[in-house]
């Protein structure tokens, strides 16, 4: 488990994106550097439209880059002349979820393995069954995803995912459309996973608690162009539970990140407000 | 219940079966039964004493007795009988040949941009022409009138099915395909495990849609250019001036569609099990 931490280090240098839809630049990300440990929690915080999602998109290998380059393990991934491919080494955990409806719970969880040939399916099967009682999810197999409810879809898409051992786990506001309660409960899973196996995690969200409490390091992003505004490390230990929520420390983090996304969602809403009026 | 005679009158209602009566009207949909019931019977009683009673627009209709005396004399002939057959067997070819040629081609249109820009246009142009405007050219272009029958069977299935093997086909949401590719799919497997179950509920009720106006177009091809089955029964009947004859005949062909669309239905439920939960 150990060596696996050492792997998954993801340096982003200089990176952006244009979109050019009928002549009209649209400038998503501008100049983004950051350089994620190899096993470290991060989390991108930022107003909606702030190019959070088109970040994780390119490190997918979803969508291109046009200025900068990105590495996983000093190996090049993306590069205006060197287009991504998605890979099970960087699976993404789905907004609205992805979990295929028309096949089972184990079915979805062992696909990753299965399919690349790297487990035989009741090798896969197992760990999955294993993994899947791990999260709480214990004789759900046979059912399929439109038979569960939003926090058990998660944890089954959070599993599907970390049974292909990425590197680097994307994960897309996952809790999102998630009440309170069931998003509390399932970002302990989330921990406990990690805590478990400590891999690499790119997490967006615009949950300012939430990235707090999940995060070895918060960057918060500035609204349209995409650029990054400040980089906090959440030095609290592990492992988290939810009694944190109300520490001194805690709440001291929380309103750093506040104080400085508050402006950029400010001028988000105003330049939503101008559009509008356009 | 029978009438209950006069002389038990004065005796107390039985408390037990009108309690277990409510009870079963309240149980699960045995009053929605009860209601079906009693619908229908009202439209027949309706309809039996609609030329007596001197409903207008009704006196020219034979009343259901005389109805089931005619179709007591047709159910014992050969030539109903063969009717079923034969129409059933158009029915089968037209409907499977739509199927066999739609689905495929539908697919294929909907994963190659180039193919589906050449073709879909002859498509939009040839669509909005009803079936049953094929009917002549359908007779001197094809050998055989029982072709010319099967050919415009096809046609009312055919639109449907391939317009809604498009539609599904082409909607599938992107984050399934990406999560896939992620997932190690080949173009293989993407093809038999994301596009192929995706668009299964889309042919089904293609393939339900299809079957109705299959019938619709059987029934308007035999009679213009058949010699035999269902809707030439019921046109000669219409001829003979045996209008019971040709309420029979509606009546059939009313229980062959039904009957059609029950199977598609099952083959559905089949075909995709993960929706009979939803």
């Not at chain 1, 197992?126 to 944890?155: C, F």
């Not at chain 1, 970390?162 to 309660?181: M, Q, S, T, V, Y």
């Not at chain 1, 492992?239 to 969602?265: G, M, V, W, Y």
Request: charged share 20%; hydrophobic share 50%; with cysteine.
């Amino acid at each position: 488990m150990e060596a696996r931490t050492r792997s998954g280090s993801l340096s982003i240098r200089n990176v952006g994106k244009v979109y050019n839809p009928g002549g009209a630049k649209v400038v998503a990300l501008e100049d983004i550097s950051v350089e994620i440990r190899a096993g470290s929690f991060c989390v991108f915080v930022g107003p909606s439209g702030c190019g959070k999602t088109t970040l994780l998109n390119t490190v997918a290998g979803f969508d291109t880059v046009t200025a900068g380059e990105i590495y996983l393990d000093n190996v090049l991934l993306s590069a205006p002349e060197h287009a991504p491919q998605p890979g099970s080494d960087r699976i993404v955990v789905f907004q609205n979820g992805s979990l295929f409806p028309w096949k089972t719970v184990l079915w979805n969880a062992v696909c990753g393995p299965v399919q690349q040939g790297r487990m035989k399916y009741a090798e896969a099967a197992a760990h999955a069954r294993e993994l899947l009682a791990r999260v709480g999810l214990k004789g759900i197999e046979a059912q399929y995803p439109g038979e569960l409810s939003g926090g058990m879809k998660r944890r089954v898409e959070i599993v599907r995912a970390l049974i292909n051992e990425p590197k680097i786990l994307l994960l897309d506001e996952p809790f999102r459309a998630l009440d309170a309660l069931t998003k509390s409960v399932v970002q302990e899973y989330l921990l406990e996973l990690y805590d478990l196996v400590p891999r690499t995690v790119f997490f967006i969200t615009h949950d300012v608690e939430e990235a707090v409490f999940l995060a070895d390091t918060v960057i918060v992003m500035t609204t349209r162009p995409g650029r990054i505004l400040k980089i906090l490390n959440v030095d609290m230990e592990r492992p988290r539970t939810h009694r944190i929520l109300t520490s001194e420390r805690f709440l001291a983090i929380e309103n750093e990140i506040r104080a400085a996304i508050h402006d950029e969602a400010r001028k988000a809403f105003e330049a939503g407000e101008r559009e509008l009026a356009a | 219940m029978t009438a209950v005679p006069s002389t038990r009158l004065h005796r107390p209602p039985r408390p037990a079966f009108a309690v277990g009566m409510m009870r079963w009207l309240r149980a699960g949909s045995n009053l929605e039964w009860a209601l079906a019931i009693i619908s229908i019977v009202g439209l027949i009683l309706l309809w039996e004493y609609a030329r007596p009673l001197g409903v207008p627009g009704l006196e020219n209709v034979p009343p259901p007795s005389e109805v089931i005396r005619a179709s007591a004399k047709l159910l014992s002939s050969d030539i109903y009988w063969q009717a079923w057959g034969l129409s059933l067997r158009r029915v089968a070819i037209g409907f499977l040949a739509a199927q066999i040629l739609g689905v495929p081609l539908g697919l294929a249109l909907a994963m190659n941009r180039t193919a589906l820009d050449t073709i879909f246009p002859v498509v939009e142009i040839l669509r909005p022409i009803p079936p049953v405007a094929w009917i002549p050219v359908a007779i001197i272009f094809w050998p055989t009138r029982e072709l010319s029958v099967v050919f415009i069977v096809f046609l009312g299935a055919f639109w449907i099915v391939l317009l809604n093997t498009i539609g599904g086909a082409g909607s599938i949401d992107v984050n399934y395909r990406r999560a896939a590719q992620s997932l190690g799919s080949m173009p293989r497997d993407m093809f038999w495990r994301i596009i192929l179950p995706a668009t299964i509920p889309s042919i089904v009720i293609g393939m339900a849609v299809g079957m109705g106006l299959a019938w619709e177009m059987l029934v308007a091809a035999e009679m213009v250019a058949g010699n035999t089955g269902l809707g030439y029964l019921l046109w000669q009947s219409f001829e003979i001036n045996a209008i019971p004859q040709c309420i029979v005949c509606m009546v059939s062909i009313g229980i062959a569609g039904f009957l059609s669309s029950e199977i598609i239905r099952q083959l559905g439920r089949y075909a995709a099990p993960w929706q009979r939960q939803q």
